[in-house]
């Protein structure tokens, strides 16, 4: 396995575990952090939809990583299918996580950070491939 490709897998197992621990912990570790209060979650970048489209950066960021860690292999697919059960189960778990609220707008915003990691990485592989 190339050297690079390997860096990608640990900083995308690394980056897994970390969303894990911010997912299911219950209450806002970065509301902590940040503001001392567990309750407070902060938006990354200021917009009117509030903070889903943290969701959605976040979900982008680790499939784009999940996505080129595999993409080679023969368990891309795997992967993919992957990635987008996990943004559902994620929010999901919110109904049953004290002090942590399920919004359709964050599990949206979990779907769309993903699939747009998966269509980003289907056309660079048909660029690469000459289909486009």
Excluded: C, W
């Excluded at 900083?11 to 970390?18: A, C, H, N, P």
């Excluded at 609220?101 to 048909?126: C, E, P, W």
């Amino acid at each position: 396995m190339d050297y690079k490709i390997r860096i990608v897998r640990y900083l995308y197992f690394f980056s897994f575990v970390g969303l894990l621990i911010l997912y299911l912990f219950p209450g806002s570790l970065i509301g902590y952090l940040f503001y001392g209060d567990f309750s407070r979650q902060p938006d990354i970048i200021p917009n009117p939809l509030g903070t889903s489209i943290n969701h959605t950066i976040a979900f982008f960021y680790l499939s784009i990583l999940g996505l080129i860690s595999y993409m080679r292999g023969t368990s891309f697919k795997q992967t993919l299918i992957f990635l987008v059960v996990v943004s559902l189960i994620l929010e999901l778990s919110h109904l049953i996580i004290p002090n942590r609220s399920f919004q359709y707008s964050d599990l949206f915003a979990n779907l769309l950070g993903t699939l747009l990691a998966i269509v980003i990485i289907f056309l660079y592989k048909r660029l690469k491939n000459g289909k486009i």
